[in-house]
């Protein structure tokens, strides 16, 4: 398929934009009623704030941005829907994703200071995220690698789709070896909320601003995709112009062929 | 399918035995990890006890990564992958070939890693049975991904120290729950043990799926 | 009949530079096209890209039938590609080199010594190692593996490189044979006038793209002179 | 001399930043390590803090053999090698030149794996002087006798692999001084740290001399 | 005035295999030799020996007035190979390659662009890396590199192989200018007669030996054809 993009680079579709705007504002909201409307918790205080800070981040990351990225790598390789822009897509989520699985670390050390008195401890969750993190910098790593845009995208689709493996380990780490790190308390199997309503609500609604931002991030992302092809099929039209011009015995090589001091020695 | 991955396999190990790679430099090089983690825990031999099968798997971990360097360098003469691309071979039979290949390597390196440790550092199985099913198991894994991986960087001019990047973060599951397996067989409580033997089936089974599936795109990759 | 190779406008990039830059040739069954140029004209690339080994950013390319925009492994399985620098695995003997292409391609191996003795490569020569052969008897070395495989298209990349003189006669005698069988050749060249002799076409190739397509000299040449692939 | 040393590392090191193998490769891995190896010793943080400066310099170590791999990986492209021999360059200066631009990278390495231990094992070093000191001897003999021994296994077709094996033993008593020393430069006695770095100086100087009059006959044995 | 090269009785080998098997040769200072020979005759060994690159087992083997067997290392700063594979760094670009060549040889870089410019490897492709180059550009640079370092033993292993026509009459020049200022080369070669035209004498190898030295038809030759070393 030529690289050309299908899509024109218009500005941000307006969905886009107002997926930014909301997330925005929703964030903020989550903050605001985070820091002074819900309840301080009765064991750990404050601190429980985070809570809507920390599993919504996670959530964004494991299930949304790889889950994402798992998914387009799919539809990558399925011959029937192969298309580059399943690849950018891919690329933009893997991207937002290793940001957000960056925070859900950051995070997640912020709240652990506190509650288990040690910033890392190797712990089944917390170690298999730190692993996640590094997979998928690995797909990042991979897809510096010069090579056809094909080419580039059939191999960073395997290589995300090997990474995600990692996802549900995350997610049942907590469950199959004793952790330290909370349980299921949200997403548990029969997916009842074992916490406080207003507390619920305001989990809920950073999870979704946070959606909100991430797909704001992806359209960003995949928009600058599309220009950087256009360069290079910009870049593309000139080297054939100066690859042609070789044929004419004006090139650039015949002048210096042989400088005069050389003729007849 | 089978009779590609069988010439292939075939292939590999016969070039092993010519240049005797796999058997005097990987297996010294193995044991020498044990040896030299012996050294950097320092000599206080309870440490060591615990840490065995971690360290044990570590040094196969290791193994592996060299293991599946040789078995891309092989491909990477002059025109070699080239060849290999251009002989029409089924890319799933490559896969199997050179995994198969690789696990065969890594059997033989993990008996006489198991003899040099119970020498080393004095542990002894204690249910041969689990450490066997996990080792099988986690060589499979191991095998598969590795060579899935090898794929992925063998067409880069960089294979050398690109590989390793790719291949330990994706094994990493295999080790943990490898050496958890092998604690179980050593002397932890058994149960635990075999509940990381859960971890280490689906493992494996992915792996093999995944790279007979994919396998082909990755050939191109070069 | 339809061409055994339609290229149209072929770009293809090596990193981000078009090697080859919209190149355009037809290939007729047991026609032999030999291709001239420049260094760096783009002659090893295009070979490549009829391969199915160098993939084509833009413009038609159809190798026997197929497209190889869709489909590039199928057609590496029916060509046979003799490159600059022949894929031999090193640590292999000759023979054992020959016979992993030939199982590879789905072959047996009976063919194996009978390739092995046209191209010259017998007795001791056949159970040394690629990687201690000279530079020629590796070339003969990928020349047999060709002639077990028999493709249906041969691309051959200055085929007559670092063979003796003996073997040069050889080279020519085995298009002859392929071309005989309905195969199609390609092949590269540095010496123009002994390239048209061998050759239906012969395609000039510049700045990476077919400049002129002149007939060639070739006559129908089967007698093949027995005794000429010694090697001393 | 001298000027054919610069001549070399600058070659390498610009080769290096070329391909971007030590910054992209070889550093993620070693961190990795340091992470695996946390793995492999189980959650129990009193083991790893007293593990560290071991699992430290074993990471240091396992990024010297990627890192000499690399540095004769450049030399074996199809007649480099012959290249390097034919060029007349005094094999002294080749040594010197090599193991300088390995060193360069080993301390950047360093530096971020310090800084990557600091994080995840939570320890912090308190006589930095000795640390720093410990560093520098350790890198010069770890780069010195790695270039020496990647000399003899470059031109066997081995070379990845055969390189540990070659490497690691030699390299075993500065893995030992040096994760002593840094274990006295975090916390324990100062004295036995200091007394470590007599073993680390001689062992630098010893591979560089021994480098430089040894490395000629080594480029002959081709 | 004494020889440039002697081998009496020259014996080396390849693994355990004798590729030298008691190979005489003599060459004097501004002489042209060629060595012409079937496919592992042994003529890329029999250069390897005289660059101080293979190890002489047995015999006689002087170059440059230096005992190979006594100090290989002093000959090869003095004298130039192009090998079947030019030994470049991939990374680097031609440029740098040849610059490096040169400083590694104790010279200035002040030669590099006008070698560089002699073999016709300028602008863009002097700045391309040297694993983007085409075949026969990359034979151009490991040439630039000798003009640059100007040996006084040439050895050229089949100078002629993948370069264009334009470029054959470049190696041609260059013997002549070599030898011109005193420096004697020794080429391999697969056309005989091309070959004789090129040399003051040709040796024919066979079994690891020299079995014929004849007279070469080599006259002065310093008419050089402008523009013929062209890239395309
Ligand atoms: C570096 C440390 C931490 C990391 C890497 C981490 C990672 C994660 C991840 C990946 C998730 C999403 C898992 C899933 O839903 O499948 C999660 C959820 C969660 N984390 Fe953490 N976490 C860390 C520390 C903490 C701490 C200290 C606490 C509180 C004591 C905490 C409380 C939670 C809670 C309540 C959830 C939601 C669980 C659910 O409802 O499913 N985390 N964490
Ligand atoms: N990354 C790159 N940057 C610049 N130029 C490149 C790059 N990759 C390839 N090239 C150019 O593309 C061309 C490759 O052409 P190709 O190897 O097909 O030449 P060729 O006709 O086979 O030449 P030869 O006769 O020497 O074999 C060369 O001119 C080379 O310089
Ligand atoms: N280990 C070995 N075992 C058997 N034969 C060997 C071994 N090493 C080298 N040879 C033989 O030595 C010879 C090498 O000769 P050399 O490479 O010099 O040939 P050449 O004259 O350059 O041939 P060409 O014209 O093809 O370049 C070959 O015949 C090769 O088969
Ligand atoms: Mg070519
Ligand atoms: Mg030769």
């Known amino acids: 398929m030529s690289v050309r993009p299908k899509t024109s680079a218009r500005p941000l579709p307006w969905w886009a934009r107002w997926a930014g705007i909301l997330g925005a504002v929703g964030t903020a909201a989550t903050?605001?009623?985070?820091?002074?409307?819900?309840?301080?918790?009765?064991?750990?205080?404050?601190?429980?704030?985070?809570?809507?800070?920390?599993?919504?981040?996670?959530?964004?990351?494991?299930?949304?941005?790889?889950?994402?990225?798992?998914?387009?790598?799919?539809?990558?390789?399925?011959?029937r829907t192969r298309s580059l822009f399943w690849d950018r897509v891919a690329a933009a989520s893997v991207e937002v994703g290793v940001v957000f699985n960056a925070l859900t670390l950051a995070t997640g050390m912020l709240w652990g200071r506190p509650t288990w008195g040690v910033?890392?401890?190797?712990?089944?969750?917390?170690?298999?995220?730190?692993?996640?993190?590094?997979?998928?910098?690995?797909?990042?790593?991979?897809?510096?690698?010069?090579?056809?845009?094909?080419?580039?995208?059939?191999?960073?689709?395997?290589?995300?789709?090997?990474?995600?493996?990692?996802?549900p380990i995350v997610h049942f780490s907590v469950i199959w070896w004793q952790t330290l790190h909370q349980g299921a308390t949200v997403l548990n199997a029969n997916l009842s909320p074992t916490i406080h309503g207003s507390m619920a609500w305001t989990l809920l609604l950073g999870f979704v601003a946070l959606t909100l931002v991430f797909v704001w991030m992806v359209a960003v992302r995949y928009r600058i995709e599309v220009l950087?092809?256009?360069?290079?099929?910009?870049?593309?039209?000139?080297?054939?112009?100066?690859?042609?011009?070789?044929?004419?015995?004006?090139?650039s090589d015949v002048g210096s062929a042989r400088p005069p001091s050389q003729v007849g020695t | 399918m089978w009779r590609d991955a069988l010439l292939v396999a075939g292939k590999d190990l016969r070039i092993e035995l010519r240049s005797r790679v796999a058997l005097w430099q990987v297996l010294?090089?193995?044991?020498?990890?044990?040896?030299?983690?012996?050294?950097?825990?320092?000599?206080?031999?309870?440490?060591?006890?615990?840490?065995?099968?971690?360290?044990?798997?570590?040094?196969?971990?290791?193994?592996?990564?060299?293991?599946?360097?040789?078995?891309?360098?092989?491909?990477?003469?002059?025109?070699?992958r080239d060849g290999l691309r251009a002989s029409g071979i089924d890319p799933a039979g490559v896969f199997l070939g050179k995994a198969a290949a690789v696990?065969?390597?890594?059997?033989?390196?993990?008996?006489?890693?198991?003899?040099?440790?119970?020498?080393?550092?004095?542990?002894?199985?204690?249910?041969?049975?689990?450490?066997?099913?996990?080792?099988?198991?986690?060589?499979?894994?191991?095998?598969?991904a590795g060579t899935l991986y090898g794929a992925l960087s063998a067409g880069l001019r960089v294979r050398e120290t690109l590989l390793p990047l790719l291949v330990l973060p994706v094994l990493a599951p295999v080790l943990l729950a490898a050496s958890r397996a092998w604690a179980g067989a050593l002397s932890g409580p058994l149960s635990d043990g075999v509940s990381w033997l859960?971890?280490?089936?689906?493992?494996?089974?992915?792996?093999?799926?995944?790279?007979?599936?994919?396998?082909?795109?990755?050939?191109?990759a070069g | 009949?339809?061409?055994?190779?339609?290229?149209?406008?072929?770009?293809?990039?090596?990193?981000?530079?078009?090697?080859?830059?919209?190149?355009?040739?037809?290939?007729?069954?047991?026609?032999?096209?030999?291709?001239?140029?420049?260094?760096?004209?783009?002659?090893?690339?295009?070979?490549?890209?009829?391969?199915?080994l160098t993939p084509v950013r833009s413009g038609e390319a159809v190798v026997l039938g197929v497209d190889l925009r869709q489909d590039a492994p199928a057609v590496r399985r029916r060509v046979g590609l003799l490159g600059h620098a022949p894929s031999l695995y090193d640590e292999l003997t000759a023979r054992e080199n020959v016979s992993f292409a030939l199982r590879a391609a789905g072959l047996g191996t009976e063919r194996v010594e009978r390739?092995?003795?046209?191209?010259?490569?017998?007795?001791?020569?056949?159970?040394?190692?690629?990687?201690?052969?000279?530079?020629?008897?590796?070339?003969?070395?990928?020349?047999?593996?060709?002639?077990?495989?028999?493709?249906?298209?041969?691309?051959?990349?200055?085929?007559?490189?670092?063979?003796?003189?003996?073997?040069?006669?050889?080279?020519?005698?085995?298009?002859?044979?392929?071309?005989?069988?309905?195969?199609?050749?390609?092949?590269?060249?540095?010496?123009?006038?002994?390239?048209?002799?061998?050759?239906?076409?012969?395609?000039?190739?510049?700045?990476?793209?077919?400049?002129?397509?002149?007939?060639?000299?070739?006559?129908?040449?089967?007698?093949?002179?027995?005794?000429?692939?010694?090697?001393?």
């Open chain 1, 31 to 79: 903050v605001w009623l985070g820091l002074w409307v819900t309840p301080p918790d009765r064991t750990q205080g404050n601190l429980v704030r985070l809570v809507y800070l920390h599993p919504p981040i996670a959530w964004v990351a494991l299930y949304l941005a790889f889950g994402l990225a798992a998914l387009s790598s799919l539809l990558y390789l399925w011959r």
């Open chain 2, 28 to 80: 010294p090089v193995a044991v020498l990890f044990l040896v030299l983690y012996a050294f950097a825990l320092g000599p206080v031999r309870s440490t060591l006890a615990s840490a065995a099968p971690g360290l044990f798997w570590l040094a196969v971990l290791f193994s592996t990564v060299l293991a599946t360097q040789r078995s891309f360098a092989i491909e990477s003469g002059e025109g070699t």
């Open chain 3, 115 to 232: 390739s092995l003795a046209r191209v010259g490569i017998g007795g001791r020569l056949a159970s040394t190692r690629a990687g201690a052969l000279s530079a020629g008897q590796r070339r003969r070395v990928a020349l047999a593996t060709l002639v077990g495989r028999a493709p249906e298209l041969w691309l051959l990349d200055e085929p007559h490189a670092s063979l003796d003189t003996g073997a040069r006669d050889l080279v020519a005698d085995l298009i002859t044979e392929a071309t005989a069988q309905g195969a199609a050749v390609v092949f590269t060249s540095h010496e123009p006038e002994a390239a048209l002799a061998m050759s239906d076409r012969q395609a000039d190739m510049a700045g990476g793209r077919v400049t002129e397509l002149r007939p060639g000299a070739r006559g129908p040449r089967l007698t093949t002179v027995e005794g000429d692939s010694h090697v001393a």
């Open chain 3, 1 to 52: 009949m339809d061409p055994v190779v339609r290229l149209r406008g072929a770009v293809a990039l090596i990193g981000r530079f078009p090697a080859l830059s919209g190149a355009d040739l037809a290939v007729l069954p047991g026609e032999v096209v030999s291709v001239v140029g420049a260094n760096g004209a783009g002659k090893t690339t295009l070979l490549r890209v009829l391969a199915g």
């Open chain 1, 119 to 167: 910033w890392w401890t190797w712990d089944a969750r917390l170690t298999s995220t730190a692993l996640l993190l590094v997979l998928f910098l690995g797909y990042l790593a991979l897809r510096r690698v010069p090579a056809e845009p094909e080419v580039r995208a059939r191999r960073c689709a395997v290589a995300a789709l090997v990474a995600f493996v990692d996802v």
């Open chain 1, 228 to 251: 950087a092809d256009r360069t290079d099929a910009a870049h593309l039209e000139i080297s054939l112009e100066e690859r042609w011009s070789e044929a004419e015995p004006t090139s």
């Open chain 2, 198 to 220: 859960r971890v280490l089936g689906p493992f494996a089974a992915a792996y093999v799926v995944v790279g007979i599936v994919l396998y082909g795109p990755l050939l191109e």
């Open chain 2, 103 to 144: 696990a065969a390597e890594l059997a033989v390196l993990q008996v006489v890693l198991w003899v040099a440790m119970s020498l080393l550092f004095g542990v002894h199985v204690h249910t041969v049975w689990l450490a066997v099913v996990a080792s099988v198991l986690a060589t499979i894994g191991l095998a598969a």
